[in-house]
């Protein structure tokens, strides 16, 4: 019975999060405040990037902040949850006989870190809007901010640092994602390597979602999802036809 409780648990995590990950923030703005909707117009994409393009610079600043808080908020709800609530803590998960990988890697660790990674899934593939969505980029920044703080400085330095040089958002997307999918293992193997107080402290100082391997699964899975929507980017990258920044062109750029 425990383990059909597991499962049920575990299912119902990954639903919650996948609907949460499907609200077309950038939609809703844009029908409700703009009368305009971002999947008509620019590269007819419904992420943040494509609201700034065709609806402004703070309309689309407000979107990837509400598809990072869709992610952001839905894992730490689970976490307190499935951590804090004794029907969860003393009767399904902390028994070593529920560990799918060994002491440390729990059932408990498995159903809230499945919640972002099914977040970035309907980021991309929303029931709300015929299973289309955006690249994944803010969902994945929300995975990242929602687990350590370190994403809190690597994240935008490297996505600016990227921007400053190639001035592609593509680009800057890819390399800053990808970083923060290494850094993920790394944390992990630290975890192995010298125990959970020190791997711990790299996520929110051991008050937060813990260190398993979960976590850097998770994030490599959702690091390609961002990879696989962003295959035209690449595309057109390696063919030099990417679109350069729009906050970065100057008017006779805007207007050609």
């Not at 923060?180 to 944390?187: E, G, K, L, T, V």
Request: glycine residues 8%; contains cysteine; positive net charge.
């Amino acid at each position: 019975m425990q383990i059909l409780y597991c499962l049920l648990t575990i299912l119902v995590a990954g639903i919650i999060g996948y609907l949460c990950g499907s609200i077309p923030n950038s939609v809703i703005i844009g029908k409700v405040f703009f009368h305009k909707d971002p999947r008509l117009e620019g590269s007819k994409n419904p992420g943040g990037t494509n609201t700034g393009r065709v609806l402004g610079i703070i309309p689309g600043i407000i979107v990837i902040i509400l598809d990072t808080l869709k992610i952001m908020i839905p894992l730490l709800v689970s976490y307190y949850l499935f951590t804090s609530l004794d029907f969860f803590k003393d009767i399904l998960f902390y028994s070593d006989e529920f560990n799918a990988f060994g002491r440390g890697n729990t059932i408990s660790q498995l159903a809230y870190w499945i919640v972002p990674l099914f977040g970035v899934l309907g980021h991309c593939y929303s029931i709300f809007i015929n299973f289309k969505g955006g690249k994944a980029v803010s969902s994945f920044l929300g995975f990242c901010l929602s687990s350590s703080w370190l994403s809190i400085f690597i994240f935008p330095l490297s996505f600016f640092s990227t921007i400053k040089i190639n001035k592609h958002v593509s680009m800057a997307s890819l390399i800053s994602t990808a970083i923060f999918a290494i850094i993920s293992w790394i944390i992990y193997i630290i975890y192995v390597c010298c125990g959970p107080e020190i791997a711990n402290y790299l996520m929110y100082f051991g008050y937060g979602p813990e260190v398993c391997i979960y976590y850097p699964l998770f994030l490599s899975f959702a690091f390609v999802i961002v990879l696989f929507r962003h295959r035209s980017n690449i595309k057109d990258l390696y063919s030099g036809k990417e679109r350069i920044a729009f906050w970065l062109k100057d008017d006779n750029e805007k207007h050609s």
